[in-house]
């Protein structure tokens, strides 16, 4: 019986009865002036049984309990086995790829291949779903009897990078489907490697007894044996930097980890898309971690993508991690100096702090050598060629010495050119007047003004209380990574009356501002309060000068809002990500991302970023854009697989029994399923049909007993 | 002849219209008060001869007939027939058990009464004689003598748009005491139910006849009464005793309906004994036709 407590309905058994009495009891009241021709004696009868009352009060008895009857799902036992209603679940992540014992199919093969068994030997009556989950549930056939449809979706069923997350919703999901349906052999089977961590909050408590309390669901875990060799996992491989130059080199750190209890001899392989790039042999013992780093020259200017992968163990799919290099452009800086400095010809280096700027961004460009593979050039230029230029060609413009422009519409182009993600760098000098340098730079300065020339009787310090500062970009310099600071004193500089927007990067130890830094729009703008000359400061014969001037001028090449971390080409299968795309994507209504698998994403009009997710295949994918006529550069993105699939913790027999409220026989084998189902068989054609006699019976007997009822009231 | 005289009841203009044209006589000679086309029991001056006698003293000179002198050499006077009005009692049953709630669509059986009542007043005054109404309850409730004219056509059509009366059960004994005020030589209509015990009723339309009175019984009945036409249990009550009985319909039925067709088998002989006239009317009945036809009936017998 399916639904014993259905049988409470036979309580209503008591309706008609009490109905029929009401019925003989409640009499209508009715004014007769005749009333004396009605006879006592007849009357006297009148609470006598009827025998069509009594019958129809039968019949309806009847009718009710096989109703009632036919709702409570009766059984009865049979040769074989009734229609079965069973849901399939299987486990598509990654560490379904293990191996079966005899080395040669995968688990997820073996379960798929026995599901594909199950679906072939449905009969008449039986009802199955399907349903492939990972980290996200990949396909549902719902409960269906089309034998087609469910050996196609079992067929097409795949294996992916990620996890398990899904799984432990969808068998209470498909245990509450089960639980509505309510049929005679129902089943869940859950085809997983049943590890913990997708168990992890309910495994130690009883968490799916109250779906399977008052039900005949049988849950099976299918727990088949995988070999457990010894296997290393690739935990994370990155290049360092992940934007490099042309012509510069990146090391990859590749960090892995022997998860199994012997030593094993891992090679550790870097490959360029199929070419194998450099290997690398270690012994690695158990429970080691390893990290391993191998170099590369990069010296064409496309970006490319990387595979880091161990030597073949008992778990391949933990063995490949992949990461891109993104190829940096060449930079370009616009050096405008003053009248009091001439650009030098050819090889003559001056000492002027335009010089000195001039050397420390390129040395080798200053001293008139030959530099082919430098990824900064430097243009300098004097104040009157400036109109001349075109200032979207350079990175940055450094105005140095420069108090005046040429013409008003000048200020306007480096404004314009600021706002759209250039970097300016403003440096005057002693000689400079600092009412017409505000007035001249007023619209780049956002606010900041500089005051009168300050010159104090001792050289200041510089403050090294990272605290003071709100821009931490010169934070290196002050914790002395780039050379000591002590040496370092300014002692000529203008005051900075009015910091508007600005925030101070680097000040004295007195609290002045000596560098300030303005964002405007995507681009920004440094305001020095000082120059490079060597009678104003020591910084230029200091050490830390050319990272201070390479960190400034890293700073001042990036548009605002350019996500600068190394892992932006990098995400998780089954993770969100939001890829900025360069500007000539702009106007494409998709891309197309081609990997292991081609995916296409929309992206918003009028913005060059792209969301990827429902990436469930690690790989590395290359981003194009859709149109054939567009030459744009494309992007990689490397997927990597989700981590904490290596591991072996799987749920143990009576952990799955406890999950199940204690329930026997809920962690089988799959070559053990074949006896899950009891040999009964619902009575319901019966009841049905019993049902329906009885229906008509009682509809002929009303028609019947209401016709004589009419035929003799006609009589009188 | 209007639909509704003042503000009593009314009555369907095509029912008086199918009674126009239709006169009602009386089968006995009447006696009234003016001159009008009945035939009375009094000698007149009309001029239907009807006998000779003798010439005595008093007697006017001019109706001594000279001719049956000159045979007989003896006065004789001839005498002539009288024409009067005729004097129509109304006798309506206005007790409780006429006041039954009908079926759905039917009119109660005093409507019907009320209507017929009214219908048969508005002839009469119509022809220039005089209609008086008694309500008759569980005593005389209303008592009209039998007049001329409009007037009193609308008098009495306030009297029956809500006819007072209450209990019942003596209608036979209560129209027995009209005694002297149902005048001799008229016409009598007894509009009642006639369910009560019949002896009373008997006796008192025996005694109108004995005093030379056309006298027709109209019974009017419900149709539920006459059909029974109830199949679930039923608490049955008496409009006037009160008294109840549970019956099951489908039990009694054929007795009720044996007992119900004996009751109106023995009015009827009754009324065929006593010349009475007897019309059985439900509620259901088309009253153009059942009362055009009966007093179309009447005077074809009159003068068939």
């Given at each position: ?55 129809q009060l039968l019949l309806r008895l009847l009718l009710l309990s096989i109703f009632v009857l036919l709702m409570a799902r009766l059984t009865k036992p049979s040769a074989e086995v009734g229609p079965r209603t069973v849901a399939l679940v299987l486990d598509n992540s990654m560490s379904m ?42 396909a549902s056939t719902g409960f269906t009897s089309d034998r087609t449809s469910l050996e196609q979706a079992v067929t097409n069923a795949w294996v992916s990078d990620g996890g398990g997350r899904c799984l432990y919703t969808t068998v209470e999901e498909n245990l509450r489907e089960l639980r ?52 290393a996992e690739m935990c994370s491989a990155e290049f360092q930097p992940a934007r490099t130059y042309p012509g510069s080199g990146s090391k990859v750190s590749a960090t892995f980890q022997n998860g199994s209890d012997t030593q094993m001899a891992v090679t550790v392989s870097l490959y360029n ?444 | ?304």
């Amino acid at each position: 019986m399916l639904y014993p407590m259905m049988l409470l309905g036979l309580l209503g058994l008591g309706i008609p009865v009490v109905i029929h009495l009401i019925n003989r009891r409640r009499m209508k009241p009715q004014v007769l002036a005749t009333l004396r021709f009605l006879d006592p004696q007849d009357v006297t009868n009148a609470f006598a049984p009827v025998p069509r009352d009594w019958i129809q009060l039968l019949l309806r008895l009847l009718l009710l309990s096989i109703f009632v009857l036919l709702m409570a799902r009766l059984t009865k036992p049979s040769a074989e086995v009734g229609p079965r209603t069973v849901a399939l679940v299987l486990d598509n992540s990654m560490s379904m790829r293990r191996f079966c014992p005899d080395g040669k199919t995968t688990l997820f093969e073996s379960h798929r291949g026995r599901i594909l068994q199950l679906v072939r030997g449905m009969r008449t009556g039986d009802c199955f779903s399907f349903t492939l989950v990972g980290d996200n549930v990949f396909a549902s056939t719902g409960f269906t009897s089309d034998r087609t449809s469910l050996e196609q979706a079992v067929t097409n069923a795949w294996v992916s990078d990620g996890g398990g997350r899904c799984l432990y919703t969808t068998v209470e999901e498909n245990l509450r489907e089960l639980r509505s349906r309510r049929a005679l052999n129902m089943a869940l089977l859950v085809f997983s490697d049943q590890q913990a961590q997708n168990y992890r909050a309910q495994f130690d408590q009883p968490a799916l007894a109250p779906l399977l309390d008052g039900t005949s669901i049988q849950p099976v875990f299918v727990l088949d044996p995988v070999t457990n060799g010894a296997n290393a996992e690739m935990c994370s491989a990155e290049f360092q930097p992940a934007r490099t130059y042309p012509g510069s080199g990146s090391k990859v750190s590749a960090t892995f980890q022997n998860g199994s209890d012997t030593q094993m001899a891992v090679t550790v392989s870097l490959y360029n898309g199929l070419s194998l790039v450099e290997s690398r042999a270690c012994n690695v013992a158990s429970g080691e971690t390893v990290q391993a780093e191998m170099r590369n020259i990069f010296d064409s200017p496309v970006d490319t993508a990387w595979k880091v992968s161990l030597s073949e163990d008992a778990f391949n799919a933990d063995n490949d991690q992949y990461t891109t290099v993104r190829m940096l452009k060449t930079r370009e800086v616009l050096l405008v100096t003053g009248p009091r400095y001439p650009v030098p010809e050819g090889a003559v280096i001056g000492d002027t702090g335009a010089d000195l700027l001039a050397c420390a961004i390129n040395p080798v460009q200053a001293m008139g050598l030959e530099d082919s593979g430098a990824n900064i050039r430097v243009t300098r230029v004097g104040f009157s060629a400036l109109e001349r230029k075109a200032l979207s060609l350079y990175t940055t413009v450094i105005l140095y010495g420069v108090q005046e422009l040429p013409s008003a519409e000048m200020v306007q182009d480096l404004e314009m050119y600021a706002r759209n993600g250039g970097g300016l760098y403003l440096i005057p000098d002693a000689s400079n007047n600092p009412s017409l340098f505000n007035e001249t730079f007023a619209k780049v300065l956002d606010g900041f003004r500089l005051g009168g020339l300050r010159e104090p009787k001792s050289p200041a310090a510089l403050d090294t209380r990272e605290k003071s500062l709100t821009d931490p970009l010169l934070v290196s310099l002050l914790r002395g990574e780039w050379g000591t600071v002590n040496d370092i004193f300014v002692s000529r500089y203008f005051d900075a009356t009015q910091l508007g927007k600005a925030r101070p990067a680097l000040k004295t130890a007195d609290g002045d501002t000596l560098l300030a830094m303005v964002t405007l729009g995507k681009g920004h703008v440094c305001v020095q309060t000082h120059s490079w000359s060597i009678q104003e400061t020591t910084m230029p014969r200091a050490l830390p000068f050319v990272s201070v001037v390479h960190a400034l001028l890293g700073r001042l090449a990036v548009p605002e809002g350019e996500v600068s971390d190394g892992r932006m080409d990098h995400m998780r299968v089954g993770d969100y990500h939001r890829l900025v795309l360069p500007l000539d994507f702009r106007g494409s209504s998709n891309v197309v991302v081609q990997g292991p698998r081609r995916y296409a994403f929309d992206m918003p009009a009028d913005a060059a970023v792209v969301t990827l997710k429902d990436m469930f295949v690690a790989g590395a994918y290359r981003v194009a854009h859709t149109s054939p006529t567009k030459v744009v550069k494309d992007r990689w993105v490397a997927v990597n697989r989700a981590q904490g699939e290596s591991g072996q913790v799987v749920m143990s027999t009576e952990q799955l029994s406890k999950l199940c409220g204690g329930k026997g026989n809920v962690a089988l084998p799959s070559d053990r399923l074949d006896g899950l189902f009891q040999p009964r068989r619902e009575l319901f054609p019966w009841l049905l049909l019993l049902l329906f006699l009885a229906l008509t019976a009682e509809t002929l007997g009303s028609v019947f007993l209401r016709r004589k009822k009419v035929t003799h009231g006609s009589t009188i | 002849m209007s639909a509704a005289v003042s503000s009593g009841m009314k009555i369907d203009p095509r029912l008086l219209q199918s009674l126009k044209g239709v006169h009602l006589r009386s089968r006995m000679l009447v006696r009234g008060m003016y001159n009008n086309r009945h035939r009375t029991s009094d000698f007149g001056s009309s001029t239907e001869f009807i006998d000779h006698r003798e010439y005595q003293k008093g007697d006017a000179i001019r109706s001594i007939d000279w001719r049956v002198f000159a045979r007989t050499d003896r006065h004789y006077v001839k005498r002539h027939e009288m024409e009067a009005n005729m004097r129509v009692h109304l006798l309506l049953d206005t007790s409780d058990s006429m006041r039954v709630p009908p079926p759905d669509g039917l009119p109660s059986k005093l409507e019907l009464a009320a209507a017929i009542t009214g219908a048969i007043a508005t002839m009469v005054i119509s022809q220039q004689d005089a209609a008086g109404l008694c309500l008759v309850g569980d005593k005389i409730e209303e008592r009209i003598p039998a007049r001329q004219g409009m007037n009193h056509l609308a008098q009495l059509f306030q009297h029956l748009g809500a006819p007072r009366g209450t209990g019942g059960g003596a209608f036979g004994t209560q129209i027995a005491h009209l005694g002297g005020h149902v005048q001799a030589r008229g016409m009598v209509f007894v509009i009642t139910d006639a369910l009560d015990e019949l002896e009373p009723l008997y006796k008192a339309m025996r005694n109108m006849v004995a005093r030379h009175n056309d006298v027709t019984l109209l019974q009017v009945l419900d149709l539920a009464e006459v059909e029974f036409p109830f199949t679930r249990m039923t608490e049955f009550r008496h409009p006037e005793t009160g008294a109840r009985l549970a019956a099951n319909p489908s039990d009694v039925r054929d007795r009720y309906l044996q007992r119900l067709r004996e009751h109106q088998s023995s009015l009827e002989s009754f009324c065929r004994k006593a010349r009475i006239d007897y019309v059985p009317v439900q509620n259901n009945a088309d009253l153009m036709v059942l009362l055009r036809s009966h007093f179309l009936r009447r005077l074809m017998r009159r003068f068939g």
